[in-house]
């Protein structure tokens, strides 16, 4: 009997430890394995892609010029300052973000929306480009191109890609990172 109870001890202890084990590899979250173009690596857990935005507010419709000319102007009380105060505000601009969900890739004419689900990997290439704009907002301009190789092993290529305002963000060993995507040569995701 003690030697019954002592197999079925050992088979608990021996199952416990193998679910101790298997429990934090079936835990893991994606990783994301950076290279920026200044050489710099990191990798971070957590990652995510981001968006930034901003909604104007849309601002108050002015009357047709018969419709002012007929009703009499609005009469205002209060000194010089406060009315020239109340009469510059003007609403903030909404601004927000959100996670992204795909990337858009371009090649020629056509538009292709690919799942970051399905990307195992994103490599930029980019190009100097001549552009009108002054020297003093950017001193280069660049024309970024991309290669995505998804988890089904499969390409997709792109002669066009602009994520706009998207931000890598992540943790890394010393905090929480922010990169811009324009700042990113590879981008590779371990899961």
Do not use: C
Request: aromatic share 6%; net charge neutral.
């Amino acid at each position: 009997m003690p030697s019954v109870l002592r197999r079925i001890i050992g088979l608990v202890i021996g199952l416990a430890g193998v679910a101790i084990a298997v429990a934090p590899v079936a835990a893991q979250e994606p990783v994301a394995e950076v290279r920026t173009w200044s050489g710099e690596t990191l990798r971070l857990s957590q990652p995510s892609l981001e968006v930034f935005y901003t909604i104007p507010v849309k601002g108050e419709d002015t009357p047709p010029a018969d419709a002012a000319a007929s009703t009499p102007p609005p009469m205002l009380f209060g000194s010089a300052s406060s009315l020239a105060g109340a009469l510059e505000k003007k609403p903030e601009p909404l601004s927000g973000q959100r996670q992204a969900e795909s990337v858009t890739f371009q090649k020629g004419a056509v538009e292709r929306r690919i799942p970051l689900l399905s990307v195992a990997s994103l490599a930029f290439t980019r190009r100097p480009v001549v552009s009108a704009l002054p020297a003093y907002l950017a001193a280069t301009h660049f024309r970024y191109a991309a290669t995505a190789v998804l988890l089904d092993g499969t390409t997709a290529e792109a002669d066009y890609v602009n994520l706009g305002t998207t931000v890598l963000r992540g943790t890394a060993s010393d905090g929480r990172i922010e990169i811009p995507w324009h700042e990113i040569e590879t981008l590779r995701f371990v899961r």
